[in-house]
């Protein structure tokens, strides 16, 4: 079975510091994975995915991930917090086997940027 | 731009009463999902559909039911609302086909009193 874990139900950074909100996966193949903001008030937007062809992965606003596989982590990371940044993030895996894809969600990290 | 729609943003109901939760997505999607979110449970998902009158179980269906009478339209039941069903609800939309990104909506926030 597929899980998620998500270290640190909360994290507070300083404005301008570096952002690392972090992500591992369990799965029994090849998994897919995926980084969501959700932002107050708002459904969950995609910032960025990971679909085997490349470890590090470029996402909206900044954001990149890196697929590492012998540690199974997905880490989220930018290299200066935005006060726009402050929101909830979620880490995602699927197999992508099907037409459909059943997408097993973290439990979420919050992130407060402090001015 | 991708644009799905719920019916209410928030709504109060009171125990045993029937809910109705509409969702609408105007991308011609084939995928509809509805989730419930709760603090430190992440995203759970409850249906799904992948194609009109189509429907599958998601991780937790108990107590809910859907309908999917056209493409654009995913509705999720609450036959009846139970105190332990007050929850933040998602809806989502996608294409068919592998790792296709999913759209949410804004969330209905449901009190059950």
């Known amino acids: 079975a597929q899980s998620v874990t998500q270290l640190g139900s909360h994290v507070s950074v300083s404005e301008g510091a570096l952002v690392l909100l972090r992500c591992n996966y369990s799965?029994?193949?090849?998994?897919?994975l995926f980084w969501y903001v959700q932002y107050p008030n708002q459904g969950l937007q995609l910032l960025l995915k990971?679909?085997?062809?490349?470890?590090l992965v470029k996402g909206i606003n900044g954001f990149e991930a890196e697929f590492k596989k012998s540690e199974t982590s997905f880490h989220l990371t930018k290299p200066s917090a935005h006060m726009s940044d402050a929101a909830e993030y979620f880490c995602a895996v699927s197999k992508g086997e099907t037409s459909y894809d059943k997408v097993i969600f973290g439990p979420g990290t919050s992130l407060s940027v402090i001015p | 731009d991708v644009k799905v729609t719920q019916s209410s943003r928030y709504l109060v109901k009171r125990t045993g009463e029937k809910v109705f939760l509409e969702c609408v997505q105007d991308?011609?999607?084939?995928?509809m999902f509805w989730y419930r979110q709760d603090p430190g449970l992440g995203l759970r998902l409850i249906y799904f559909s992948y194609d009109v009158k189509m429907k599958e179980k998601g991780d937790i269906p108990e107590g809910y039911s859907v309908s999917r009478e056209k493409k654009e339209r995913f509705s999720l039941i609450l036959e009846s609302a139970s105190t332990n069903q007050t929850s933040m609800y998602l809806c989502?939309?996608?294409?068919?086909?592998?790792?296709?990104?999913?759209?949410f909506g804004p969330g209905t926030r449901l009190l059950v009193l």
């Open positions: 799965s029994s193949v090849p998994p897919y």
């Open positions: 989502a939309s996608s294409l068919a086909g592998g790792l296709k990104t999913q759209y």
């Open positions: 990971y679909t085997s062809a490349a470890t």
């Open positions: 991308m011609d999607h084939e995928n």
